[in-house]
Nanobody, 126 residues
Framework: QVQLVESGGELVQPGDSLTLSCAAS????????VAWFRRAPGKEREFVSA????????YYADSVKGRFTISRDNAKNTVYLQMNRLIPEDTAVYYC???????????????????WGQGTRVTVSS
């Protein structure tokens, strides 16, 4: 079992930056796939970013590439999502997820992830 707790969501203005955190407990996440998804109002949950297993090469959705950065601190068993140049379209509830048994082809599919946090709300508005 893995417990995930996200934090850091808040109301910000367009152009601002924000860092989300996802603290894991129950097992180490250094060697499993970790990801961020989001669900905007009235929309389906969508993939944002992931780190595949113990690798450091990140994967991003086209909509956030160049603005968001995912990272993992193994000592703290925590995953981060640094979000820069935020736009109103980034408004959503952001969830972290881990998939101990995920295969690469499932990376962007939420069904491949076994454990989820409760989400943290990000609102981008002037």
């Amino acid at each position: 079992q893995v417990q995930l707790v996200e934090s850091g969501g808040e109301l910000v203005q367009p152009g601002d930056s924000l860092t989300l955190s996802c603290a894991a407990s129950g097992r180490t996440i250094r060697d499993i796939t970790v990801a961020w998804f989001r669900r905007a109002p009235g929309k389906e949950r969508e993939f944002v970013s992931a780190l595949w297993r113990r690798g450091s090469n990140p994967y991003y959705a086209d909509s956030v590439k160049g603005r968001f950065t995912i990272s993992r601190d193994n000592a703290k068993n925590t995953v981060y999502l640094q979000m820069n140049r935020l736009i109103p379209e980034d408004t959503a509830v952001y969830y972290c997820a881990v998939g101990p048994n995920l295969i690469l082809s499932q990376l962007r599919n939420p069904d491949g992830y076994n454990y989820w946090g409760q989400g943290t709300r990000v609102t981008v508005s002037s």
